[in-house]
């Protein structure tokens, strides 16, 4: 295999390793789904066979992509990208595909992920339930309402926030996390993320 067959093949087990993940099934329970041969699957999550345009247009039609997506290096992403902070209200958004070239993605490919758009950006979130790193996460206050918090120190007993430029001390058992910020991806297409509304 040359070198460009051996970063397609790649590109296609690593999307394909996603769905394995996300759907909790087996290359076997995936070839029923797909109603071909285990090995051949197998045999490409090995990174050891390059398949036809025939099973890359089945594989494409069943991630719902093309096989352009299927066989690029940047993974994809369908989200629903709120315009507001108020995400309670379910049926204000819109489907976008967000392409991601970023390795760390497969430590989190299993979250619920979804968007905020800020100004000319999409602030991309995982829900998480409970701060167990440094970050930016969205936290939910008595009054239902969300707000952006950069978390700076985490610790069993006592989290500490940087708001407006103080360190406050947040009790983490008297916080309701939602989610944490993955990504801030510009709608202006940049080289390492990209971003297209889906119909």
Request: net charge negative; charged share 25%; aromatic share 18%.
């Given at each position: 295999m040359s070198k460009q067959e051996k970063n397609i093949v790649n590109s296609i087990a690593n999307k394909l390793e996603i769905v394995l993940y996300k759907n909790k099934i087996t290359i076997l329970g995936l070839s029923k789904l797909l109603a071909v041969d285990k090995q051949l699957l197998y045999r490409i999550m090995k990174r050891e066979h390059?398949?036809?345009?025939?099973?890359?247009?089945?594989?494409?039609?069943?991630?719902?992509?093309?096989?352009?997506?299927?066989?690029?290096?940047?993974?994809?992403?369908?989200?629903?990208?709120?315009?507001?902070?108020?995400?309670?209200?379910?049926?204000?958004?819109?489907?976008?595909?967000?392409?991601?070239?970023?390795?760390?993605?497969?430590?989190?490919?299993?979250?619920?992920?979804?968007?905020?758009?800020?100004?000319?950006?999409?602030?991309?979130?995982?829900?998480?339930?409970?701060?167990?790193?440094?970050?930016?996460?969205?936290?939910?206050?008595?009054d239902n309402i969300l707000k952006e918090i950069n978390i700076i120190s985490v610790g069993t007993n006592l989290i500490i926030a940087l708001i407006n430029n103080k360190e406050i001390r947040l009790n983490p058992n008297k916080i309701m996390v939602v989610a944490k910020l993955y990504k801030t991806v510009s709608i202006i297409q940049s080289e390492e993320y990209a971003i297209k509304i889906l119909k």
């Open positions: 390059i398949p036809n345009i025939l099973f890359l247009e089945l594989i494409a039609d069943y991630l719902n992509c093309t096989i352009l997506e299927l066989i690029d290096e940047k993974f994809f992403l369908d989200i629903n990208v709120y315009e507001k902070l108020d995400i309670i209200n379910k049926n204000k958004y819109k489907n976008y595909r967000v392409y991601i070239y970023d390795n760390d993605f497969m430590n989190i490919v299993n979250n619920e992920f979804f968007g905020i758009i800020k100004s000319l950006d999409i602030k991309i979130f995982y829900k998480v339930n409970k701060i167990l790193q440094d970050g930016y996460y969205l936290l939910r206050e008595n």
